[in-house]
């Protein structure tokens, strides 16, 4: 008899990988599979960055690393947050850890107790929820639309606040929509928040790098929010470093001693030959990632340019992360080759079995009237996908 706990029966599948490995199985049966379904920069990582990793090996680091991370990588993220988010942070407040998930899943333990409240902004990273759940905490999804661009506002946000809210996300640039918010959107935000001290604030930054003339505002900049905000960074998207797996925080100093020591007993400390890297990569002038930035901002610009000829996929204008996020509600209720489009979820099946186009549907977003494109894949790659999607949808 198999007897799993409740904890892991109620944690649903990740849907962005439950799709990408649909799509791979696909892809082993002989299909020609597109996959747009995962946030995976298509390029190498750069090679001064592997110079690095490989002069750490001949260094003969191979030993356990500290549980918080290497004292010259804690350092070196200390300088990037002064440099480039304007945020002054020590060492004893930094802890490193296996990829940014990790880091976000180490805050929600430390913080929050059964029955608390999450607050979340939609759409959201579809991890966001599971991980109030594993903390077996009560997420609250905060609902926008294409209208909005999918931002939240001030009035929304108090209406959502409970007496046991005890976190809020915030990520921007946002995972599934591409949205930035500006300071002033956030400073607006923090206003509402000067009300409950007791709310604490996850800023996930982990796309700042990637934006396209909205510049990063980070949430802990303002001063009233400081000492309540843990940001969450990572080389994972910038650097094109996922399988790297490190994320870091910059946070109050109780709370990255709490994240050490949950640390410590789950993973301990990360890779030593990727910290060594890392070091490299967050003291690397950001000039260096331009030029991937660059290529991304093209592939918007195609990709939104190509749905403008698809009947029922509306978008708005994404100003960072390398995500499309349509509308694609106008299909609800249509049958098309034989197949009922009943909600985002059976629309995302329909362009995977007729298209071979992987997608992700919104629902697992928060957003259910979306589905996501990652345009982290080639120039060649999205052409054809859009064709694909055209002609089964026309």
């Known amino acids: 008899m198999q007897q799993l706990s409740d904890r892991i029966n109620r944690l649903p599948v990740s849907e962005t990988l439950a799709m990408a490995a649909k799509a791979r199985e696909l892809k082993a049966q002989g299909k020609d599979i597109i ?20 002069q750490a090996i001949n260094d003969n680091y191979n030993s356990y690393t500290p549980v918080d991370g290497y004292l010259e990588l804690k350092e070196a993220i200390c300088r990037k947050f002064k440099r480039d988010n304007n945020l002054t942070y020590t060492p004893d407040q930094v802890v490193v850890s296996t990829g940014a998930k990790q880091s976000i899943a180490n805050v929600a333990m430390v913080l929050l107790n059964p029955g608390d409240d999450v607050l979340l902004p939609a759409p959201y990273w579809v991890s966001y929820s599971a991980i109030s759940i594993l903390a077996e905490a009560n997420y609250i999804e905060i609902p926008s639309t294409i209208e909005t661009d999918f931002k939240i506002t001030p009035t929304q946000l108090e209406a ?14 946002n995972n599934p929509s591409g949205t930035v918010y500006t300071e002033s959107e956030y400073r607006a935000l923090a206003e509402v928040l000067e009300k409950y001290p007791d709310i604490y604030i996850l800023s996930d930054e982990i796309y700042e790098h990637i934006n396209y003339g909205e510049p990063n505002f980070s949430f802990a900049a303002i001063p009233s929010m400081y000492n309540r905000t843990v940001t969450v960074n990572g080389v994972a998207k910038a650097f094109a470093m ?11 100093a109780w709370i990255a001693k709490a994240c050490t020591k949950m640390q410590g007993q789950i993973t301990s400390g990360t890779n030593c030959i990727a910290q060594r890297a890392t070091i490299t ?11 991937m930035v660059d290529e991304f901002h093209k592939r918007r610009d195609l990709v939104l340019s190509l749905l403008k000829d698809i009947k029922g996929m509306e978008a708005n204008e994404p100003k960072g992360a390398f995500y499309v996020f349509p509308d694609i509600s106008y299909y609800f209720g249509k049958t098309i080759h034989g197949i009922t489009i009943s909600n985002a979820s059976d629309f995302s099946m329909f362009l995977l079995e007729k298209a071979n186009v992987a997608t992700v549907s919104g629902e697992a977003f928060g957003a259910p009237n979306n589905i996501r494109l990652s345009y982290a894949a080639s120039t060649e790659e999205l052409k054809e996908a859009l064709r694909r999607i055209k002609e089964v949808l026309n």
């Open 242 to 252: 996922t399988g790297w797996r490190i994320g870091y925080i910059g946070a109050p």
């Open 35 to 54: 996959s747009l379904s995962l946030g995976e920069p298509d390029f190498n990582t750069p090679d001064f960055i592997k110079d690095a990793a490989i």
């Open 160 to 173: 959502a606040i409970t007496p046991k809210t005890k976190l809020i996300f915030f990520n921007s640039p």
């Open 281 to 291: 990569a967050v003291d690397a002038p950001v000039s260096k990632i331009q030029y």
